[in-house]
């Protein structure tokens, strides 16, 4: 059941990032087309990254009430909706319509998080971050061939009578709408109704998706078992659910720390290499060529991160990740606008620092919070992770325009180095104990 689970969700990640990136590769300019203002353009990306932050926890407290494809049905259809209304925006030329459309458009990435979680469900005892891990370079072939399919979308769209700049929206509500199908057919058994079930028949034999089964060499200590109170919170996925599992539990903590941190160093420095390769005057293809290295360092290692988390411990990976992050932060910041090579290597690392911090805290923040808890837990993990990533590009913004890259570069190491210090220093009395 769990290969699979990891095969439905793949194909419903694969089609799922489709539609993310062929929406996304060009929602700012048919904003600024629409308004005629640059300066609105950039709430395109604001909305769509407000509204994965907005339906995190709805589609965490679906699954927590009905299983994961309750959770990612709900997630699959508000992308769906939103390309309508894209759609509906773009024929009227109504671009506060078209912002409220891509809010909603948010639902495709929300799903995409979802997914990784719902790969550890069914995890044998040491295998969860190798699962997860695999769902996520799934994410490789949507986020890749997405913007190279932008333009036939548009081609396409003019063939049908759909609005100029429509045919994008229309190929993205393709790729959601077979997403959905995916998982609406697909997915059965839910792997967290089986977990569930399977952990109540048999709690003491570590069966698949039991809370106390951390992985060899991980310094997370087992989640304690399901109290009354987790059983009343299984049929609420909400905000006060997941910040008292975190409060019980010092290992989800630090997880989540760890992801937000990665997420915000990956996400304000990537932001803002483009206007720093721009200052020397790159042209769209070199600066395309280097966040394809970028992408390709966040998905292509990703297995190869799981197997590494689940071999020597969360932990020792997220540490790992920081000092990656650090390297990058350091390579990227200290080039100059013409270093393109140098920037390059940076933006790779940055990439992978990124996948460390994502996939092992991702497999160790599901082992430390009981099965009951897991999705209140995970879907603010989501929430979070989005609101920083959305804080720091506004951060970067500032930085960047008020003092330079290379202090953003600065300010990005210091952060990561911090956390990777706290991450040592509090695990330490937790492994002792």
Avoid at 39 to 65: E, H, K, Q, Y
Avoid at 286 to 311: C, E, K, N, Y
Avoid at 401 to 421: D, F, H, R
Wanted: charged share 10%; aromatic share 4%.
């Amino acid at each position: 059941m769990q290969r699979r689970t990891l095969a439905v969700l793949s194909i419903a990640q694969i089609t799922g990032g489709v539609g993310v990136a062929v929406g996304t590769a060009l929602s700012s300019l048919v904003v600024a087309k629409l308004s005629g203002s640059v300066a609105i353009s950039g709430l395109a990306g604001t909305s769509s990254v407000l509204g994965a932050a907005l339906l995190a926890l709805p589609t965490a407290g679906a699954a927590n009430r009905g299983g994961r494809r309750a959770g990612l049905t709900l997630a699959y259809a508000c992308a769906v909706l939103g390309c309508l209304v894209a759609l509906l925006a773009i024929a009227t030329r109504v671009w506060p319509l078209l912002l409220a459309g891509l809010v909603l458009f948010g639902g495709g990435s929300a799903g995409n998080l979802a997914s990784r979680y719902s790969a550890t469900d069914l995890s044998a005892p040491g295998h969860s971050a190798r699962h997860l891990a695999w769902v996520v370079w799934a994410a490789t072939i949507g986020s890749v061939t997405g913007p190279n399919l932008a333009e036939p979308a548009e081609h396409l769209g003019r063939r049908l009578g759909l609005a100029p700049d429509a045919g994008p929206f229309a190929l993205s509500l393709l790729a959601f709408a077979l997403a959905l199908a995916v998982v609406l057919v697909a997915l059965r058994p839910d792997p967290l109704l089986l977990a569930r079930a399977t952990s109540q028949s048999s709690p003491a034999l570590g069966s698949p998706g039991s809370p106390g089964s951390p992985a060899p060499g991980s310094p997370a200590t087992p989640a304690p078992a399901p109290t009354p109170a987790a059983a009343r919170s299984r049929g609420r996925g909400g905000l006060r659910a997941g910040w008292r599992a975190l409060r019980e539990s010092p290992a989800a903590t630090r997880a989540l720390v760890a992801i937000a941190v990665a997420h915000t160093a990956m996400v304000s420095v990537m932001s803002m290499t483009p206007v720093h390769l721009d200052h020397g005057g790159a042209g769209y293809r070199t600066i395309g060529v280097v966040l394809s290295v970028h992408i390709a360092g966040m998905f292509v290692l990703s297995p190869a991160v799981g197997w590494l988390a689940d071999r020597i411990g969360r932990t020792r990976v997220l540490v790992l990740g920081m000092g990656v992050l650090l390297a990058a932060a350091l390579l990227a910041g200290g080039a100059g606008p013409h270093d393109i090579g140098r920037v390059t290597a940076g933006l790779g690392l940055l990439g992978v620092g990124w996948s460390c911090g994502l996939i092992a805290g991702s497999a160790m923040l599901t082992e430390a919070v009981p099965l009951e808890r897991r999705p209140a837990v995970q879907g603010l993990s989501d929430l979070l992770m989005n609101v920083c990533g959305a804080g720091g590009t506004i951060v970067a913004g500032l930085i960047v325009s008020g003092l330079s890259y290379g202090t953003l570069g600065t300010a990005t190491a210091v952060m990561v180095t911090v956390t990777a210090a706290w991450l040592a220093l509090t695990t330490r009395p937790a492994r002792a104990a």
